[in-house]
């Protein structure tokens, strides 16, 4: 498997995400053994190996890394000493890399607070409780430095390696919060297996939902991507959000599939063509006009969109369930300002395609 060297993991955005409440997010892994067919991360702008699925990169410095970033990003007087003076004694075997070099940019002034949103743990570039977690325990590693950096998380996944780590999310979540989604596009076991061949089965994500419920964390689902004439069904819908709900989700939120131009589009359609011959011709018509972010121009994929909107408006409405993370999970990990940012973001965006 190869292993690699990364020179920086955290990523922060300028502004507050409202989808996923965050401004950090970060990858451990590149590639993912999960395979959905409709993967984003596929995508040349990703830089994901050309065996997506079969030769997945683990960053093995990544904690190491990632724990001089966080003193970087939320400023720790004694870790930079340490961090300057070379003791520090690292995460996964030590990083001594940074011994007698003066940090070159840890800033003074102007951290980041802590309420600044969740940690994203997990995305769509690669799933961080993919197969290869279980060997190398890069996310496992992420929490405890959550937990001892007081940073509140939010896990993404398709896993239900997650719940090895329930002790620590749970751990998170009475220091500072945690909030643990798992993304579905369908309920129908059938239909997953062929679409996303190497994730946990749909009612073994619900079990994540079920179990980390139960232990008081705040759950969702993202309903995601729904996918031209394979799982847009309005009924499909209703079920999934049925079952979502019967989970324990508080939230279920949707979306569209995007594909971008190129290696994306071409292996969704490559791989749909057989199983599902009629969805292939419907999304060749939908997408034939795409933007840079692969989301269909044409009128005809309008016209679907209202229309899985509408199933999923009415299903969060039937099963109790809200249409975005709700504020009570999240305003203790806001300043103000960004809690309020966020609301309203919510309130005018009715989850069109994500861009
Ligand atoms: S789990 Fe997420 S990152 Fe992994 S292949 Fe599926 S969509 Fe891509």
Known sequence: ??????????????????????RMNLNLYRGCAHDCVYCDGRSERYRAP??????????????AVLRREFARQFGDEHLQQELFWGTDSGL????????????????????????????????????QYQPLEAQYRLARGVLGLCLEWQIPVHLLT????????????????????????????????AIARLVEPGAASPAARLDVLRRCSAAGIPTGVFLLPLLPGITDQPEMIR????????????????GGLTLKPGRQMAHYLATIARPFPAAHALTRELYAQANEHGIPLTDAAW????????AWLQATQEFGVARRMPRAVFETVLDPADCADVVRIQEQDVNVYPA
């Open 50 to 63: 050309e065996d997506f699925a079969g030769a997945v990169e683990v960053k093995t410095n990544a904690l």
């Open 92 to 127: 996964n075997g030590g990083d001594r890399q940074a011994g007698g070099v003066p940090p070159p940019d840890i800033p003074l002034e102007g951290r980041r607070s802590k309420r600044s949103g969740f940690l994203t743990l997990g995305g769509g570039v690669s799933d």
């Open 303 to 310: 016209d679907r969109w209202e229309r899985m909107h509408a």
């Open 158 to 189: 398709k896993s239900a390696l997650a719940l090895r780590d329930l002790d620590l999310l749970g751990a998170i979540n009475q220091e500072s919060r945690t909030v643990v989604s798992v993304s579905l596009t369908t309920v129908d076991e």
């Open 239 to 254: 079920e999934t959000v049925r079952a979502a709900a019967a989970a324990g989700a508080s939230f279920v939120q949707m």
């Open 1 to 22: 498997m190869p292993e690699i060297c990364a020179k920086s993991i955290l990523r922060v955005r300028p502004r507050i995400d409202s989808w996923f409440v965050s």
